[in-house]
DNA sequence: TTCCAGGGATATA
DNA sequence: TATATCCATGGA
């Protein structure tokens, strides 16, 4: 169990694997040095260290962040129920307790638009200048909507602009985003699909990180090279996927794209 | 030069 | 419903 203070967080070393939570592609905005990784969300910020066996989140935003990581989720007990599947083996034992992080819904909806066709590094550098002209802090929906296309290629967002800007005037003109939160799954993805720019798998990466809805599979390209079987389409191996895993499968997702996409794959 | 990256929109049959 | 093509950008 975690404990808090007036600028910290102290969380056990085995209930939070701080380099698979922040590594696995669920976060655009951190960076590492020297073993300290540093984080950003919204408007707050902390830096990640290890003491010991603890690890250490120095902050000012306490709530925010105890929020952010989820530390009120048993990870242990998904972490139980996924054991009895082969392929999890080497994931749960090489990663700890990943954690699915709890997002801002506007920032994760905007930042995963981004990812569309784009790699990891251009995500984050895109994100990080979209940031950098509003003092570090992720633009309000009303922001991006006031911000011209053209702004919005200058900082790399290529075809995605329109979508960005779009997306950002239905948030800040509609009640969406209040919808969005108490909305059972299958309305709250049929409403981000409304949005320009978002489709099934950023619905489901968006339902996931930012909603909590640990019952959906986000299917992306590597998934669908690596667990597609024969001719299977993108949405049956979605459905098969979501089946096998139950109200796990986001939590299994991460694991098998962490382990064998990030983590294999870097060496 | 070509390919690819945590896809989505659009046209076509 | 299913498939093909296009979309900015930059690193490999």
Known sequence: MYKTEIDKIIVPKDELDVKATLECGQLFRFEKTDDVYTVKSGG???????????????TSSVDFF???????????????????????AAPLESCGALRILHQPLFETIISFI?????NIPRIKAIINRLCASNGDVFPL???????SVRQLDAIGCGYRSQYIRNSARICADTDILDKLQTSPTADAQKLLMSLPGVGQKIADCVSLFALGRFEVFPVDTWILKTLRVGKETESRLRTRLMETYGTNAGYAQQLIYYYNAILKAKG
């Open 66 to 88: 105890v929020n952010f990581f989820n530390l009120d989720r048993d990870i242990e007990r998904m972490r139980r129920e996924l054991a009895r599947f082969s392929e999890l």
């Open 44 to 58: 707050h910020v902390c830096k990640v260290c290890t003491v010991g066996d603890e690890i250490v989140i120095l």
């Open 114 to 118: 981004i990812s569309a066709n784009n």
């Open 141 to 147: 929906p009303d922001q991006i909507a006031e911000m």
